[in-house]
């Protein structure tokens, strides 16, 4: 995505942005009613209904503040408890869900239409027919705010809980694997990391933080006006630690350039689902960290887990494959990328399961199976991070297992992958 579409996703999850446009509007169409009053006829005022509106605007306002405060309340709870259940890390993905971001806002804005309206009628701005404007505007905001209403009612049904976490998670997690599938390596020439290019400079940062985003057309224009090549050592999701070079020039640069082409790098204390797959799958990691635990003993939410991780890297698999067979040209040429690493997603998915989960044979089983499948779903990339997630399970298993038969049955799964 270019740099803007990235700050727009940004803010448009900011709650703040939202709800000050849709206060805007409102505003704005309450005011508007005194531009457009003068352009209907004289006898549209006179409609039954319109002097009521006095009245709809002072229930309107009293009415969605009660609403607004509830569901404040109602969505703090919700998050405090899906912190608690699931991860912290999936709070901030559920802060910026859509359908909590839509009620709220239109709640806030509905109640400063109210209160403009009301002003504006006992500063005696509208006339007759302004005050039709404005019925029929309320009249379309009540529908409106009813449809919200109801759409909010059986959101807030699932909020929190386990399985509709698991599956925004999902959800978000998917889009960032569609979106790699179609630029594995962010639309430049791929490269493997952690070997220095021949006749390389290395670039070095002082920001510590997480790689959320690159600019890769900044980076491209960079290197085709200054005639050179950029080898990037830190893809999005990647802790930059100050140590490791950021990234490797073909030839030396002055101090000027390399700060710009640093600038095209966003790094900053978190990470985040856009550009960063990897993120989601340690986070619905932890959700089955979290079920698994003495505490909550809930080993039918790692499977769960287990098998939506299994569902994200097939379908990340099967559109990888399916670009793999257009003929599209290099993007960005002069930038070369490492590619989003299988070991590392199966790591960053599987191990800890693996690690927590040893002492119950379902959970044992379950994952087993699912590295049996991605090894045979492909095995030029699959099969030997599978193979091993498979190994280090089996390892942790035998030392907390205690019956010979759940031991055996998991060498057995152990054996098939190789089959």
């Known amino acids: 995505m270019s740099k803007w579409q990235w700050i727009y996703n940004q803010l448009k999850s900011r709650l703040w942005l939202r709800a000050s446009i849709f206060c805007a509007l409102a505003i704005l169409s309450a005011l508007l009613s005194v531009v457009i009053e003068r352009y209907l006829p004289e006898e549209l005022s006179n409609i039954v209904g319109a002097q009521a509106v006095d009245s709809l605007l002072n229930i309107l306002a009293s009415s969605m503040l009660v609403v607004t405060t509830f569901s404040l309340s109602t969505m703090v709870a919700a998050y405090s408890a899906a912190a608690s259940n699931t991860t912290p890390r999936a709070t901030k993905l559920l802060l910026s869900d859509e359908t909590s971001l839509n009620a709220l806002s239109t709640f806030l804005g509905s109640f400063l239409f109210s209160l403009v309206g009301i002003i504006t009628l006992k500063a005696n701005i509208y006339t007759d027919s302004g005050r039709l404007i404005l019925f029929i505007v309320t009249i379309l905001l009540i529908f409106f705010i009813t449809l919200t209403l109801l759409h909010w009612i059986e959101h807030l049904s699932k909020l929190g809980r386990v399985g509709h976490t698991i599956d925004t998670i999902e959800a978000s997690t998917s889009t960032a694997f569609s979106s790699y599938a179609k630029r594995p390596t962010l639309g430049g020439n791929p490269r493997k990391s952690g070997r220095k290019p021949a006749k390389s400079h290395a670039i070095h940062d002082t920001r510590l933080g997480y790689i959320q985003y690159i600019d890769m057309a900044k980076l491209e224009d960079i290197a085709k006006k200054e005639s050179l090549k950029i080898y990037i050592e830190c893809i999005p999701g990647s802790f930059h630690d100050g140590v490791k070079p950021l990234f490797y020039l073909s030839k030396k640069m002055d101090e000027k350039v390399e700060k710009s082409i640093q600038n095209s790098f966003v790094i900053k204390e978190d990470r985040t689902f856009e550009q960063d797959p990897r993120y989601g799958m340690i986070v619905l990691a932890e959700i089955a960290i979290r079920a698994l635990s003495p505490a909550v003993n809930d080993p039918g939410t790692a499977i769960e887990v287990i098998k939506t991780q299994m569902r994200l ?10 670009e793999a067979e257009k003929d599209t040209d290099i993007e960005y040429p002069n930038v070369y990328v490492p590619a989003l690493s299988y070991e590392d997603l199966f ?11 040893a002492s119950m044979i379902e959970v044992g089983i379950a994952l087993q199976k699912a590295m049996i499948a991605l090894a045979k779903l492909n095995p030029d990339t699959m099969q030997k991070p599978a193979t091993w997630i498979s190994s280090y399970a089996l390892k942790h298993a035998a030392k907390s297992l205690t019956i010979k038969e759940e031991k055996e049955t998991l060498d057995g799964l152990h054996k098939a992958i190789g089959k």
């Open 347 to 357: 790591r960053d998915s599987f191990r800890p399961i693996a690690r927590d989960g």
């Open 313 to 322: 890297l097939s379908n990340y698999n099967q559109e990888i494959k399916k």
